[in-house]
T-cell receptor, first 111, second 114 residues
Framework: AQSVAQPEDQVNVAEGNPLTVKCTYS??????LFWYVQYPNRGLQFLLK????DNLVKGSYGFEAEFNKSQTSFHLKKPSALVSDSALYFC?????????WGAGTKLIIKP | NAGVTQTPKFQVLKTGQSMTLQCAQD?????MYWYRQDPGMGLRLIYY???????DKGEVPNGYNVSRLNKREFSLRLESAAPSQTSVYFC?????????????FGPGTRLLVL
């Protein structure tokens, strides 16, 4: 069965430290993978996508994600966290034009 | 461009009442989607429309109907609202999943069913 898992409900990081939000997936074939962000009381915004090619994908607001086929992971990373990065992050996989969403990880950046 | 718009932003219904959530996009996208968002559940797909004139069920279609009125508009109808349908509803549109910027989302509709 195709699925996306975000194993952490919440991630706490001090401002200025690197952050990682984890995502693993299960699919037959090659996945298309996305990260979306939802800021408090606002709609969803696209961050970045992996379709093919370079395993390191760069996106908006200084975020990047690393695609690892052997570990079936697509972790979201940022070298130096900002308080303004605090939000809800979703990992998403495309499967035949239907998007399969992870449950979301709440990222809290403390000053 | 207004992007994806949704109306209403908030709605309170009594059990058994009906209502239609409206969604429109002005980006000439082929595909449109309706999701519901519940705490700890992520987004769950209710229905989607890959092109004008077609609609398909998603993960949680029961209790809902949709209409793809034209390329711009995709409405979601609750015929007889139930408390379990209390949620935040998001409409989205997509041009090309391989070459585009992912889905574009509306601001959401907060629905409370009493």
């Amino acid at each position: 069965a195709q699925s996306v898992a975000q194993p952490e409900d919440q991630v706490n990081v001090a401002e200025g430290n690197p952050l990682t939000v984890k995502c693993t997936y299960s699919v037959s074939g090659n996945p298309y993978l996305f990260w979306y962000v939802q800021y408090p009381n606002r709609g969803l915004q696209f961050l970045l996508k992996y379709i093919t090619g370079d395993n390191l994908v760069k996106g908006s607001y200084g975020f990047e994600a690393e695609f690892n086929k052997s570990q079936t992971s697509f972790h979201l990373k940022k070298p130096s966290a900002l308080v303004s990065d605090s939000a809800l992050y979703f990992c998403v996989m495309d499967s035949n034009y239907q998007l399969i969403w992870g449950a979301g990880t709440k990222l809290i950046i403390k000053p | 461009n207004a992007g994806v718009t949704q109306t209403p932003k908030f709605q309170v219904l009594k059990t058994g009442q009906s209502m239609t959530l409206q969604c429109a996009q002005d980006m000439n996208h082929n595909s449109m989607y309706w999701y519901r968002q519940d705490p700890g559940m992520g987004l769950r797909l209710i229905y989607y429309s890959a092109s004008e004139g077609t609609t398909d069920k998603g993960e949680v279609p029961n209790g809902y109907n949709v209409s793809r009125l034209n390329k711009r508009e995709f409405s979601l109808r609750l015929e007889s609202a139930a408390p379990s349908q209390t949620s935040v509803y998001f409409c989205a549109s997509l041009n090309d999943v391989t070459g585009g910027e992912g889905q574009y989302f509306g601001p959401g509709t907060r629905l409370l069913v009493l």
